[in-house]
C-alpha cells in the first residue's frame, strides 16, 4: 500500500519561497511509470494541479504557476519536494502530494494521495 505524508511549514510570509516535502512509503518514486504531482485547493475552490515529477526525474508544471515553481527529488529519501516563489495570500491552500499511473494533469487520474497540509500565507 501506497502512502504519502506532506511536510513543511504551516505559514509562509509574502513574497517569501512556500516549501513542501512528500515522503513515500510503500514504493518508490522511481519506479515506471508513475508520476507523482503536486494539488492545491484554496479555501472555497476547488483542486488545481501544479506540477509533476516522473519516475525518470522529469519535470512538467501547470502554465499558470511554471514561472514560480520548482518540483525536485530526492531518490534516497524516496522522497519529492515543491517550492513556489514570490507567494502571496493567494496561494493559502491546503497542498497535497498525490501518484497517478502515468503523466497527467487531471486531478481525477491520481489514485493516491497523501492526507494534505494547510499552508497559510500571511505576514
Known amino acids: 500500500q501506497v502512502q504519502l505524508q506532506e511536510s513543511g511549514p504551516g505559514l509562509v510570509k509574502p513574497s517569501q519561497t512556500l516549501s513542501l516535502t512528500c515522503t513515500v512509503s510503500?514504493?518508490?518514486?522511481?519506479?515506471?511509470?508513475?508520476?507523482w504531482s503536486w494539488i492545491r485547493q484554496p479555501p472555497g475552490k476547488g483542486l488545481e494541479w501544479m506540477g509533476v515529477?516522473?519516475?525518470?526525474?522529469?519535470?512538467y508544471y501547470s502554465p499558470s504557476l511554471k514561472s514560480r515553481t520548482s518540483i525536485s527529488r530526492d531518490t534516497s529519501k524516496n522522497q519529492f519536494s515543491l517550492q513556489l516563489s514570490s507567494v502571496t495570500p493567494e496561494d493559502t491552500a491546503v497542498y497535497y502530494c498525490?501518484?497517478?499511473?502515468?503523466?497527467?494533469?487531471?486531478?481525477?487520474?491520481?489514485?493516491?494521495w497523501g492526507q494534505g497540509t494547510q499552508v497559510t500565507v500571511s505576514s
Open positions: 515529477i516522473a519516475y525518470d526525474g522529469s519535470t
Open positions: 498525490a501518484r497517478a499511473p502515468g503523466y497527467s494533469d487531471s486531478v481525477d487520474e491520481y489514485d493516491y
Open positions: 510503500g514504493g518508490s518514486i522511481t519506479t515506471s511509470s508513475y508520476h
